[in-house]
């Protein structure tokens, strides 16, 4: 996503989250941690008094994208596929185990 979109969608998202106790932005479809810290980072920037909440199956996480979270108050959810039905390939849980 170009930091174009997040910056239009932001606009609107920062007025809701001032009127409201809690708002939360969830960043998934696909793996949002593909877009790379610094351009994930320059998304969620465009945002204010949101929480970000990222869906993720956990192969990129590391060292690095563990102290990106904690610096920036993210929280993460785990979803994982045993097996992938339609192509027969393995699915992500092994690969996960490492960045859990």
């Known amino acids: 996503m170009p ?3 997040a910056t239009a969608v932001a ?15 969830v960043w998934h479809a696909g793996e949002p941690l593909t877009a790379g810290r610094a351009h994930l980072g320059a998304l969620m ?9 990222v869906q993720t199956n956990a192969t990129l996480i590391d060292d690095a ?3 990106f ?6 929280r993460l959810r785990h ?8 192509d027969r390939r393995a699915g992500s849980t092994a690969a ?4 859990l």
Do not use: Q, Y
């Open 65 to 67: 994208w563990c102290e």
């Open 3 to 5: 930091v174009a979109v």
């Open 96 to 99: 996960a185990g490492p960045g």
């Open 11 to 25: 606009k609107t998202a920062n007025e809701w989250a001032v009127d409201v106790p809690r708002f939360s932005v």
């Open 45 to 53: 920037d465009e945002f204010a008094g949101v929480e970000h909440h």
């Open 79 to 86: 979803l994982h596929r045993r097996r992938r039905h339609r």
């Open 69 to 74: 979270f904690a610096a920036r108050d993210i």
